[in-house]
């Protein structure tokens, strides 16, 4: 809850509760009847009864005056609040004494309850009445806006302290009537102890009760409640509760004055013993606050919300005993201007505009209207727009330039302070393209390019390798001159360019250049293996190239065989088989080969070793799947033959057939394992395998059967393409092969640029054909089909390029207008041609149609009526016809602008002038003074704005100067300039003069001097003493002048002034004269012997001496720097 009290007056010293906050809620629940519950389908075990939950702020406290019927007061009994109606007396009950009638403490409800006579209840005989109970039900609006009343209930001890209280205040009054004091008859001693008769609440006799008690105040006794209990005292609060009721005063937007200073019942007074707390509870939205706890008898508020509800409340403490909460005083903090907005802030920015956003702006009880933004660009702000919305993108700005930028709100009290500037810069230019790169070294691997470097800037180095494919890729970003290229291949042409980057953006790519790097020395060729049958004396040996040749061709190949002894060549050449001869039989020889190019010879390859005179090995068991058939590989393991035919292995031989097919050899090599690939899916195949030794291949293995699983499907062929018009195509195509699962649908997608990211999807379906519309005339379209079956989407068809044939242009687009009093000149954007050039426009404003002279995209309507409202659209014409028409757009002609006010000179002084004029134009008329010297050739602006006066200031004195004015409004624009009025500034007063100098001459005389100022005369004034009144004591042209007759001992002032053409100029300073006293007789001395100083002495004498240097420094430098009129 929004709301701080602060006490305001007199009214005695705060006490210790002072500065209490807390929330205050009801304890309990209060009960209204059933014919006043505004929910009874809510209780149907409890008819009769209705809940008002403390939640909802329990029952608020309602006046008689405003809620109840005449002749009304209300009580307070068993946690409900009754309102008891006064009827007529009824026939059968005489005027006699009745007892007080006490309700149990669960009263039960109004229809279960018998007819009651009540009599009166302060024990004397008046006539007596019958009550009726009345429950009335409070409106909701008076719960959320009041302070639950209090809740009490009567039990035995109660009733024992009411009963106390009667027998001494009986008691007293005996005592009274015994001293000699008359009491009169009809007075009567108010009951204290229940509550339910206090506030107004409980009847009177006779019905004149005013409100504040509950028995007879019409006795004229002075009844005094005082007495050391607790019962005393909280009667005189709940005599206070009612009578202090809070008043609202002085509201404004966030503060208001609440006063209780009410005044006590007459015959009423407050004990000195007691000593009162006021708590001040606020509530908003049915919830109160403790704001306020002190003796002072007002508060401010402060800290309210404008535009919102409050309601205060009164509750009157004495000790830990509390009275009676007071009725609520509702009111209304009034609306105000927004808070000040936060500096906008500054989101995107290009070379000629820049995106403000900002946060919205807190209303204050107000609607806004509208926002303000105002930019600077060196001149001055100027008003930008009036956006509602909470940004704003600010365009036609200059590069590379700074503005600043601040923002305003309006509501509907007026607009918000000036929010804090925020600083922009727009982009500039980015740079041009640099040189190419040069080659600076080369090896098998790198290679170091450089550059050269023309400012603050970065680079981009991109580099191409034709053999991957990729194109330009980054390889280098930063600021340094120069760059190694690592991870390269040998001998192998890379592409390079160059493009710099500063903080404007990056600049266009150099030209490329290639460099190549060097060779190196082979890699080891493939094992050599035997070929053909190995003989007891002789084999053939063959081996594969080396992977990596180093870049360069291999010229030739030795082979070498070790058959124990040490290795020797065999062959050397440029073939890759060798038939090697005079062997040992049945000897295991070990053989190895390399290769040499122009770089040197490479590394030996890896050896094999070939046993002379061997069996062929067994057969190898059946093969075995190790895992279900893919789509396209199957991995099969076998176990190794029983016999090897007395030679190791040199390996298996994998080989499969399709059915009905060729066979291949799938698989060669040593493991028991392997994955047989580049399978058809969903066929049929046959394996086995064979193994081998250097002697020859053994016997094949049992066959294994297998089936492939399905795949995706193949890619179609490419669609064909058929034109139906300039705005659809037909495309067909072939089905493909389903690689063992049928087809479920195809999809066909579509692009304008050939990209992949760019395709999209225009049709999905089991049909080979689709009729694709809505495409735009005289444009190129790609397509492009896949089949889609279980397994997955397949792989895309090839591209099928279309171009759209030509048609009439499309719709202008972007009608804007800008209009005169009796023209409208529109702009529109330039719509697609659809293949054929844009020979003019057609402009149709109302019923009138005009034609451009071109294809310019603007037309100029004249003779146009003033402040009218015309229908406007705009179609384009080509060798095809007319195109579409665009969207029917409103504009609007603006009513004749505003005639220049009458311009007048008000008040004129020697450095300023002010000028008035009445008003002109509409509502929200603006005004623009400019101002032109003599001197000067064109005028310049001195004021714009809404006022119809204004002061131009820094003028020259007695110059004469020429102004004029126009009016300008929203509707009508910016009108003519008024004839220029002349003006004239005063002639300006001569300056102060110096301080004058002043010298005694004389024992009773001195000599005033001062500086002289061109075209014055001077007037000397001298006062005797520091108060005294100064009095002319010369007049002239002189610039000194002889004081006389002047008192010994005394001090006189004196101050000058200078005077030309009639005017005044101000008075200098004031100048100080001591004349110098009589010298006394002098009289005989003793001689005293001198004493030397002590070191304090010199040490305050050091001291002053180093102050008047100081101080007489300082004199010399104010003489120096201060200015010469």
Not at 365 to 384: K, P, Q
Not at 461 to 490: E, I, N
Not at 984 to 1000: D, E, H, I, W, Y
């Amino acid at each position: 809850m929004v709301g701080v009290g602060v006490a305001e007056g007199g009214g005695g010293s705060a006490g210790p509760g002072d500065g209490y906050y807390g929330e205050y809620y009801p304890p309990e629940q209060y009960y209204v009847p059933q014919e006043m519950c505004p929910h009874p389908s809510q209780h149907p075990q409890h008819t009769h009864m209705c809940t008002v939950l403390p939640e909802f702020g329990g029952m608020p406290v309602v006046t008689s005056g405003t809620m109840m019927p005449p002749m009304m007061q209300p009580v307070m009994d068993e946690n409900m609040r009754h309102y008891l109606v006064h009827t007529q007396p009824h026939p059968h009950h005489a005027p006699h004494h009745q007892p007080p009638h006490h309700q149990p403490h669960h009263q039960p409800p109004p229809h279960h309850q018998p007819p009651h006579h009540y009599g009166p209840t302060n024990g004397t005989g008046g006539p007596q009445h019958f009550y009726g109970t009345g429950y009335y039900h409070v409106p909701p609006h008076m719960q959320q806006h009041s302070p639950p009343p209090p809740v009490y209930q009567k039990d035995e001890r109660t009733q024992r302290q009411y009963n106390k209280m009667k027998r001494k205040l009986a008691s007293r009054n005996d005592n009274n009537r015994n001293n000699g004091i008359e009491v009169n008859s009809g007075a009567s001693t108010p009951s204290l102890s229940p509550r339910k008769e206090l506030n107004g609440r409980g009847g009177g006799s006779g019905g004149a009760s005013s409100g504040a008690w509950s028995e007879g105040e019409g006795s004229s006794a002075g009844a005094s409640v005082q007495g050391d209990d607790d019962n005393d005292t909280q009667a005189v609060l709940d005599l206070l509760s009612a009578t202090r009721t809070p008043q609202v005063r002085e509201v404004t937007p966030t503060s208001a004055l609440v006063t209780w200073n009410s005044p006590l019942p007459e015959g009423v007074t407050i004990p000195e013993t007691v000593e009162l707390t006021y708590d001040l509870l606020l509530g908003d939205r049915g919830r109160y606050k403790a704001i306020y706890s002190g003796s002072s008898l007002s508060c401010r508020v402060r800290d309210l919300r404008p535009g919102c509800e409050y309601s205060v409340c009164l509750r009157i403490r004495s000790g830990e005993l509390t009275g009676d909460v007071t009725e609520a005083a509702n009111f209304r903090a009034p609306a105000a201007p927004p808070d000040r907005m936060a500096a906008p802030r500054i989101t995107q920015q290009n070379r000629t505009a820049l995106q403000l956003r900002w946060n919205a702006a807190v209303d204050n009880g107000a609607r806004l209207l509208h926002y303000i933004l105002e930019m600077d660009d060196g001149e001055g702000f100027v008003e930008v727009t009036r956006p509602r919305t909470r940004q704003h993108t600010v365009n036609n700005l200059r590069p590379q330039t700074c503005y600043r930028f601040r923002m305003a709100a309006v509501n509907e009290c007026g607009r918000s302070e000036w929010s804090e500037e925020a600083v922009g810069w727009t982009s500039g230019s980015p740079p041009p393209a640099p040189a190419p790169p040069a080659l600076l070294s080369a090896t098998n691997d790198a290679l170091v390019l450089g550059w050269e470097r023309r400012a603050d800037e970065e680079f981009t180095l991109q580099m191409d390798d034709t053999a991957r494919g990729h194109g330009f890729l980054p390889v280098f970003s930063g600021a340094d001159r120069s760059y190694r290229c690592t991870g390269l291949r040998r001998a192998t042409d890379y592409r390079f360019r160059l493009r710099c980057e500063t903080t404007y953006g990056q600049g266009p790519w150099s030209t490329e250049v290639t460099f190549r790097t060097v060779s190196e020395r082979p890699g080891p060729p493939g094992r050599p293996t035997a070929r053909g049958r190995i003989h007891s004396r002789a084999v053939r040996l063959r081996w594969d190239p080396p992977v990596d040749d180093g870049g360069a061709t291999v010229e030739c190949y030795t082979l070498e065989l070790d058959a124990g002894e040490g290795y020797r060549a065999a062959y050397r050449g440029p073939e890759r088989e060798a038939h090697c001869d005079r062997l040992q039989p049945g000897t295991p020889y070990r053989a190895r080969v390399r290769c040499a190019n122009e770089a040197g010879d490479g590394e030996w390859s890896a050896t094999e070793t070939v046993t002379t005179e061997a069996a062929c090995p067994g057969v190898c068991g059946a093969p075995e799947s190790a895992a279900e058939p893919r789509a396209t590989l199957l991995a099969l393991r076998w176990r190794p033959p029983d016999c090897t035919g007395g030679a190791p292995l040199t390996e298996y031989r994998v080989e499969v057939a399709e059915e009905g097919g060729a066979t291949r050899l799938a698989y060669q090599g040593l493991d028991s394992e392997c994955t047989v690939r580049d399978l058809t899916p969903g066929r049929d195949y046959r394996v086995w395998v064979t193994a081998c030794n250097r002697v020859g291949a053994g016997p094949a293995s049992p066959t294994l059967a297998f089936k492939t699983a399905a795949a995706v499907p193949d890619a179609p062929d490419v669609p064909v393409a058929r034109l139906e018009g300039a705005r659809a195509a037909r495309l067909e195509w072939t089905a493909p092969r389903d690689n063992g699962a049928p087809v479920l649908d195809y999809r066909l997608e579509m692009s304008a640029t050939n990209v992949d990211d760019a395709f999209a999807e225009v049709y999905r379906g089991v049909e080979t054909n689709c009729l694709v519309g809505r495409l735009t005339p005289f444009s190129p379209y790609f397509f492009r089909v896949c089949a889609t079956n279980a397994a997955g989407r397949g792989s895309w068809s090839g591209v099928r390029d279309l171009l759209t044939p030509r048609a009439p242009p499309a719709a202008p687009a972007g009608l804007r207008h800008e209009a005169t009093a009796d023209s409208l000149r529109l702009h529109w954007r330039a719509p697609a041609s659809h293949g054929a050039e844009v020979l003019k426009y057609r402009v149709e404003v109302d019923d009138a149609e005009y034609d451009t002279d071109g294809p310019t995209p603007e037309r100029l309507v004249e003779g146009l009526a003033p402040d009218t409202v015309y229908r406007v659209r705009v179609a384009a014409f080509n060798e095809l016809g007319l195109g579409e028409w665009s969207e029917e757009a409103r504009a609007a002609t603006r009513p004749p602008p505003p005639a220049p006010p009458r311009l007048r000179c008000a008040a004129a002084a020697h450095n300023c002038l002010r000028l008035e004029w009445a008003a002109a134009g509409g509502e929200g008329a603006q005004y623009c003074v400019e101002m032109r010297s003599f001197e000067a050739r064109d005028f310049r602006p001195v004021y714009r704005g809404s006022a119809r006066s204004c002061k131009v200031k820094k003028l020259r004195e007695a110059t004469t100067y020429a102004f004029r004015i126009r009016a300008s409004d929203e509707r009508g624009g910016r009108g003519a300039w008024s004839a220029p009025v002349e003006a004239a500034t005063a002639v300006a007063p001569p300056p102060a003069p110096r301080t004058p100098t002043l010298s005694v001459s004389a024992p009773r005389a001195a000599l005033v001097a001062w500086e002289a100022l061109d075209d014055a005369e001077y007037v000397l004034q001298c006062a005797r003493g520091k108060d005294a009144i100064f009095k002319q004591v010369y007049a002239g042209n002189e610039t000194q002048f002889q004081l006389e007759e002047l008192e010994a001992g005394a001090e006189y002032q004196v101050r000058v002034c200078a005077v030309r053409g009639g005017l005044t100029g101000a008075w200098s300073s004031t100048a100080r004269l001591s004349v110098p006293a009589a010298a006394p007789a002098p009289r005989p001395r003793r001689a005293r012997a001198p004493r030397a100083l002590q070191a304090r002495h010199v040490a305050l004498l050091m001291a002053a001496a180093f102050l008047l240097l100081a101080v007489g420094v300082a004199v010399l430098l104010q003489r120096l720097v201060e200015p010469r009129p």
